[in-house]
């Protein structure tokens, strides 16, 4: 048995190299990371040697192209629309295994139950300090750049405050992700405003920061990122999804996640609202790359904790869960109307170009 076993792999080994179109001979396929080859040495009607790319559970191909490749004339594997670029396995997002529904309510919140919001992340500071955060790839993480200085001692630097972060993933918060090797601010974000959790002098300051992890996270039900909002969906009206370990009725941070469904409103009434000062002594940035979300019907609202948290929606064409905004404004607690969220599709060029060049 052993001989034979032996003498098929040779086979197999001797056609993965076999020739092409005029019998040029190609190398051995490129292995893929979160992928692997299946059947590597079909042969086609034609006798073209092919290789067929498989992406692995909760991952799926980036790009043109079905994962279908063959040896040509030139000794090269190629696809038919990806020509001889490898391909790539990218996170699946958007696409949780038990989504949320409707009329559930964080301060007197709902209990969020395994699968509902797979990329929320509780992200623990210094001093025992709780944030919230959104996993937007297997690496990448977006939170607020204001929470990432939150517990520290002064407006120390970005690669000062990487180590100091912990974050956790899952219903209750409870896996951990391993070490934050990478924190990036908006460029908008000046590092003189950290000491301001809020009611900035500048309008125009964007209140995002990356995180990269070290390693990529195990994705699975609990685990998944969700889609980057790539167009409007931010009309008045519009319901999305804010979950979070905040502080609760009691004022103690949540021992499990819990979400609420909040309406977009007009910004123009959020302004007007806290031009004349806000309830809670101090008012949120107003600034072009925000938008204003209200209460909802049952006073349900965010607490202190769940900012960095995505307002979640649902885009029914297809089937998808985008994050529209990320919480920046968490104070309100219910003794205030409206919360403000940093629009996602307003700083998406930078998001897009930060995790690229990375």
């Known amino acids: 048995m052993l001989l034979i076993a032996t003498s098929v792999w040779g ?50 191909l980036r790009g043109p192209g079905n994962g279908l490749y063959q040896c040509n004339e ?59 955060a959104t996993l937007i790839s297997d690496r990448w993480v977006l939170t607020t750049a204001r929470n990432v200085y939150l517990g520290q001692k002064a407006c120390v630097s970005p690669e000062d405050i990487a180590p100091t972060l912990q974050l956790f993933l899952g219903s209750k918060g409870q896996l951990p992700t391993g070490t934050v090797e990478r924190v990036v601010l908006h460029p908008s974000f000046n590092s003189t405003d950290c000491n301001s959790t809020c009611g900035s002098t500048s309008t125009s300051i964007t209140d995002l920061a990356l995180l990269k992890l070290q390693h990529p996270v195990p994705l699975g039900p609990e685990v998944l990122p969700i889609c980057l909002a790539h167009k409007d969906f931010l009309e008045v009206g519009r319901v999305g999804y804010v979950a979070g370990w905040g502080r609760g009725t009691t004022l103690a941070f949540a021992e499990r996640l819990r979400y609420i ?95 690229a060049e990375s």
Request: aromatic letters at 8%; hydrophobic letters at 35%; one cysteine or more.
């Open 261 to 355: 469904m909040l309406p977009v409103v007009d910004t123009s009434l959020c302004a007007e609202y806290y031009a004349g000062g806000s309830p809670l002594g101090v008012a949120p940035d107003l600034g072009p790359g925000t938008f204003c979300v209200g209460m909802s019907e049952l006073r349900g609202d965010t607490c202190h904790g769940d900012a960095g948290g995505a307002f979640a929606v649902h885009d029914p064409d297809d089937d998808t869960w985008y994050a529209a905004g990320i919480l920046t404004y968490d104070r309100t607690c219910s003794a205030a109307k409206f919360s403000f969220y940093a629009s996602v599709q307003h700083a998406l060029a930078w998001i897009r170009r930060t995790m």
């Open 11 to 60: 086979v197999l080994a001797t056609a993965s190299k076999g020739p092409g179109t005029n019998g040029q001979r190609c190398p051995e396929p490129t292995k893929i990371e979160h992928g692997h080859m299946e059947n590597r040495s079909m042969e086609n009607e034609q006798g073209e040697h092919i290789v067929h790319y498989h992406c692995d559970p909760y991952y799926r």
């Open 74 to 132: 030139m000794g090269l594997w190629v696809n038919h629309d990806a020509g001889a670029e490898p391909p790539v396995c990218e996170p699946v997002c958007g696409k949780p295994k038990n989504p949320p529904r409707q009329l559930q309510r964080i301060i007197g919140g709902h209990l969020s139950g395994k699968g509902l919001f797979p990329w929320q992340g509780r992200l623990v500071l210094p001093r025992n300090l709780v944030a919230g």
